[in-house]
């Protein structure tokens, strides 16, 4: 079972920050969950919400504001700044720092709200540009999104995002479009989606799971990968299981 870092180790330090995917890493956490979208000038950018005002000092939309202008917006607001001025970051500057570590990125496209065109082929020159081939793991609640990044990286499996619904037929679904994993809200999955998705071969990560009372069924099920807040918590739970 892996252990993913939602949006990095957002829990403790301010979400979608390097300084949050380091201290993920750090932990023992297996990979990283973190959110892209695509700046005025087109720079993939990684944030959340598609405006910078619950997360940074700033405001407006990701859409509407430049590299530039989003570079000087300080993201560790939303920890108060206990940790200081945090830049938002590029996807270019996240590639380049874990190209050499030994950790799967799970890429969650945020195209549901705003749909920037063409982010799904900029996510791809990046993964190329950095040989990341094998180390991606690609989402969206959009699944027009999955779909193009397989089209572009069929060597990388992609997840399908479900909110609010439980899909009971999600393996079928996956295994029709050729979606490797289903990435349900943990609270959604039954008995009869897991082994629905078991039956079909496709693959079960669940977010956001914060809660370790939720963790014996999660691990009972046998779930692929948990997406958490707090890795650290994870990946100890994780590690005393398989000693
Ligand atoms: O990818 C899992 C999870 O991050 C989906 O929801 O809103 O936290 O991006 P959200
Ligand atoms: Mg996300």
């Not at 990979?31 to 087109?42: A, W």
């Not at 405006?51 to 000087?72: I, S």
């Not at 009372?213 to 994870?234: C, H, M, Q, R, T």
Request: negative net charge; aromatic residues 12%; hydrophobic residues 35%.
């Amino acid at each position: 079972m892996k252990v993913y870092g939602h949006r990095g180790y957002s829990g403790k330090y301010p979400e979608n920050t390097m300084l949050a995917f380091k201290k993920a890493v750090e932990v023992g956490a297996d990979g990283i969950e973190l959110d892209v979208q695509l700046s005025k000038d087109g720079e993939i950018v990684i944030i959340h919400d598609e405006t910078v005002d619950r997360t940074t000092d700033g405001k407006g939309w990701v859409k509407d504001l430049t590299l530039k202008e989003l570079k000087k917006l300080d993201a560790g607001k939303i920890k108060d700044g206990k940790w200081g001025f945090q830049e938002i970051p590029t996807f270019d500057e996240y590639c380049q720092w874990c190209k050499d570590l030994d950790i799967i990125t799970n890429v969650e496209l945020k195209t549901s709200i705003v749909y920037y065109p063409e982010i799904e082929e900029k996510v791809t020159e990046m993964v190329k540009k950095y040989k990341l081939e094998k180390k991606m793991l690609f989402s969206s609640f959009n699944h027009l999104s999955i779909v193009r990044m397989k089209q572009f990286l069929p060597e990388c499996p992609v997840g399908a995002l479900i909110e609010n619904d439980a899909l009971t037929y999600a393996g079928y679904y996956g295994k029709k479009y050729g979606f490797e994993y289903y990435h349900p809200d943990w609270e959604l999955l039954s008995d009869e989606a897991v082994k629905e998705c078991k039956d079909n071969g496709v693959g079960i990560n669940v977010w956001t799971v914060n809660d370790l009372g939720a963790f014996e069924k999660l691990y009972e099920w046998d779930v692929d990968g948990v997406i958490g807040n707090y890795p650290e918590v994870l990946a100890a739970y994780v590690h005393s299981k398989q000693k």
